[in-house]
């Protein structure tokens, strides 16, 4: 499951990478990888009053792996920091991308923006979980993912980390001071 599954750890991973390099960061930056859902279930379990009083925005990176439009799913809130930074980052990328409302089908999203929890975390795919026709299939493979696009994908969400405060991106591993 190349581009439901792999695309996002590796582009998180080289995110990570750029993040951590930064000869300084003005924000706090938190990755974490697991298998969805029960990722966000634990972190949500362990650290989800701490995230209710100091996360200022969350992404899922999911389905990031091939050259479609951007898909920002925004938060259950609908008007948080992830929202409105992946709305301005988006509006000024160039690249075609459709903003959705919440809804509690999909991924790791579900459970951040839970009742009880109601993080201020959003999505940003390309191609949509569900809704290419590889999806959960051994067709989903190498094969579809368009590295040239997985770089654009992390240069979006740098541009994005810059503008956004304490942001946790989920599929990523480590954590940037």
């Not at 051994?138 to 590295?147: R, V």
Request: charged letters at 20%.
């Amino acid at each position: 499951m190349a581009i439901n599954e792999l695309s996002g750890p590796l582009v998180t991973a080289f995110l990570y990478r750029r993040i951590a390099s930064w000869p300084s960061r003005k924000y706090t930056y938190r990755f974490l990888f697991g298998p969805e859902p029960i990722d966000a279930l634990c972190y949500l379990a362990m650290r989800g009053e701490q995230l209710k009083s100091h996360l200022d925005a969350g992404f899922v990176v999911t389905c990031v792996g091939d050259s479609g439009a951007y898909r920002l799913k925004k938060s259950k809130r609908g008007n948080t920091v992830a929202d409105r930074a992946a709305e301005y980052v988006l509006s000024q990328s160039g690249f075609d991308y459709k903003v959705v409302a919440f809804s509690p089908s999909g991924s790791d999203e579900r459970q951040y923006c839970s009742l009880g929890f109601n993080l201020p975390v959003s999505s940003i795919s390309r191609s949509v979980y569900g809704e290419y026709p590889q999806y959960h299939t051994s067709a989903d493979n190498k094969d579809l993912i368009d590295f040239k696009s997985m770089v654009e994908t992390i240069d979006f969400y740098e541009s994005l980390a810059v503008r956004s405060p304490t942001i946790a991106l989920t599929r990523g591993v480590g954590h940037c001071s």
